[in-house]
């Protein structure tokens, strides 16, 4: 089992911690509140070890332990902005108004989890949390004052659409604009931070690469756990991980290797343009403007006046 390296001292030894996540969906955890908040304040090595390739001890039940040895806390969510199928710039936010506060990391997030739609047992990590402290999954042991619950839910996707074609698995929006031979299976859990921070970014570039003419029986592999689909022509391996799980996999016929750990932009590229798929390098020299690029949505939009985010 994935152990994780010694908490910050710092934090252990404090009196008491103040958590400030914000109210949002995550592509891979359902939701990412006060519990997952906490995975910011551990080293690297240990944010890479949570996401595992164990399907017991995934990524839920190490993230679900992380508040388990924690000082006294105030969890304090931020839900001015929601964020749906987040975690990050990409997501669509939300002018909400809410706040969510508690002395007690698993209660914050279960009312979370039940402000952005989802029924508290469906979602795993809360769920892990509140059984090791021998805790109902329905509420019932919660006092929520303030706003009532069903007053402020609102349902906010997390999730994003994968279809089986017949070259093999890709994204909705890929399956939709009818990209030919080529499979990109669905990220898992063991796909940690490090990669699915440019897996985005590479999706994009596939779309815009797409010029109508099917590419040669490509298979893009992500995560710790995916295993090739018998018969690809080329099998491209996205970061170190990937790389180390099939290296001797036989059925592999090309194998185009990203070993970085995170895969380096232009390695990337490299890869995709030895596969056939000429993806725009300028996209990956870019990369510090693709928030600004998903920003824009926003302008005009009296909700998000610029100057609620300045400190005056």
């Not at 001890?57 to 749906?84: H, Q, S, W």
């Not at 009312?111 to 059984?131: M, S, W």
């Not at 089986?164 to 929006?173: I, M, Q, R, Y």
């Not at 995709?272 to 300028?282: E, N």
Request: aromatic share 8%.
């Amino acid at each position: 089992m994935p152990k994780l390296n010694q908490l910050p001292k710092d934090i252990l030894s404090s009196d008491f911690v103040v958590d400030l996540p914000v109210l949002k969906t995550h592509n891979q955890t359902k939701v990412s509140l006060g519990i997952k908040n906490l995975k910011g304040m551990i080293d690297i090595k240990s944010r890479k070890k949570c996401h595992s390739a164990d399907p017991e001890k995934d990524l839920n039940y190490m993230v679900a332990r992380l508040a388990n040895k924690m000082p006294p806390m105030f969890v304090l969510i931020d839900g001015i902005y929601t964020n749906e199928k987040g975690p990050a710039f990409d997501g669509r936010l939300r002018r909400s108004n809410i706040l969510v506060a508690s002395p007690d990391p698993p209660s914050a997030d279960l009312v979370g989890a039940k402000i952005l739609g989802f029924e508290p047992a469906d979602v795993p990590h809360p769920v892990h949390a509140a059984r090791d402290r021998g805790r109902p999954l329905d509420l019932s042991d919660v006092m929520v004052v303030g706003e009532p619950l069903e007053d402020v839910a609102s349902p906010h996707g997390y999730d994003h659409v994968y279809v089986e074609t017949e070259d093999g698995t890709l994204p909705l929006p890929m399956a939709k604009q009818d990209i030919k031979g080529l499979s990109y299976p669905k990220y898992d859990l063991s796909m940690c931070t490090y990669c699915s921070g440019i897996n985005g970014l590479i999706l994009n570039a596939i779309r815009n690469a797409w010029a109508g003419k099917p590419w040669e029986d490509v298979e893009v592999l992500t995560g710790k756990m995916m295993k090739p689909a018998s018969g690809k022509k080329k099998t491209i391996l996205i970061g170190r991980c990937i790389y180390q799980a099939n290296k001797d996999n036989p059925d592999i016929k090309e194998m185009i290797t990203v070993k970085g750990c995170p895969p380096k932009a232009e390695a990337v590229v490299k890869a995709f343009h030895r596969a056939g798929i000429q993806i725009d390098s300028t996209l990956f020299e870019n990369m510090d403007q693709v928030p600004g690029f998903f920003m824009q949505r926003y302008e005009g939009n009296p909700d998000f006046d610029e100057d609620f985010f300045r400190i005056k």
